[in-house]
């Protein structure tokens, strides 16, 4: 009895060979059990060791295997074949990103915007370490512990239309990790971050459509901390313009 086989349909860029990318059509082992990077790996292993593309962890934990599946962002290491099966599977470099080749995008403009909202916590002063810990309560940390789940996969970048249209925007992950340390309750750096967060291309670029969140693979729901941040923020104006001391964190 023949083997059960499926179709991929890759992009493919070799910039080396002119600017224009198009597809390449595999046919590989069908399992149910098997997911979209099990395929690329079958592809890249057995078939054309040439096929460029990232993964690690195989686990979604890393976020490096992010990739547009039928048009779609998704994490090709917990998308399964069977979701598509028998129809092909077109699988494309996430779209908004430079590419660098095949599936491999061009992350610095991410990770450059994430640099901007200083994703760490911040202190005025660092207490002695004979002082003790910055102890938290269940309720301080179930705060922001959503924002924290980011894995930085980028999906929600693909997925936002204002990302695509001005890449500018400060974009939905970089806007929920600096909610997630600007909730923290050892951080002291709010007003850093929200001369970052508040400026046109930050959080009033953002027109809640919503797909951001549609897509996460960890349910951070980044739609939801950039209308958080747009009130938290307009708060923050309004007191500071009638009681300058309470408008200070």
Not at 26 to 39: Q, W
Not at 201 to 230: L, N
Request: glycine content about 6%; proline content about 6%.
């Amino acid at each position: 009895m023949a083997e059960e086989t499926m179709t991929l349909r890759v992009t493919r860029y070799r910039p080396e060979r002119g600017p224009d990318s198009y597809l390449d059509e595999f046919d590989v082992p069908y399992r149910e059990d098997m997911v979209v990077l099990d395929a690329l790996n079958h592809i890249k292993d057995d078939i054309d060791g040439s096929l460029t593309y990232r993964w690690s962890c195989r686990m979604g934990v890393c976020g490096s295997c992010g990739m547009m599946v039928n048009g779609m962002p998704r994490l090709t290491c917990s998308t399964y074949l069977r979701e598509f099966h028998p129809e092909p599977v077109v699988i494309e470099p996430l779209e908004s990103f430079p590419v660098i080749r095949d599936l491999v995008v061009d992350m610095t403009d991410f990770l450059e915007k994430l640099r901007e909202v200083k994703p760490w916590v911040i202190r005025e002063r660092e207490d002695a370490v004979e002082e003790g810990e910055y102890l938290q309560t269940p309720e301080e940390v179930d705060r922001y512990k959503q924002f924290s789940m980011c894995i930085n996969c980028m999906l929600c970048y693909s997925a936002c239309p204002v990302y695509a249209q001005d890449p500018e925007f400060l974009g939905p992950a970089a806007i929920a990790l600096a909610s997630r340390y600007n909730l923290d309750s050892r951080d002291q750096g709010r007003s850093e971050r929200d001369e970052v967060l508040g400026v046109d291309t930050g959080i009033w670029d953002c027109t809640f459509v919503g797909e951001c969140s549609v897509v996460c693979p960890k349910d951070v729901d980044p739609a939801a901390a950039i209308q958080r941040t747009k009130v938290s923020t307009t708060t923050r104006g309004m007191l500071a313009a009638v009681w300058p001391h309470r408008g200070r964190r």
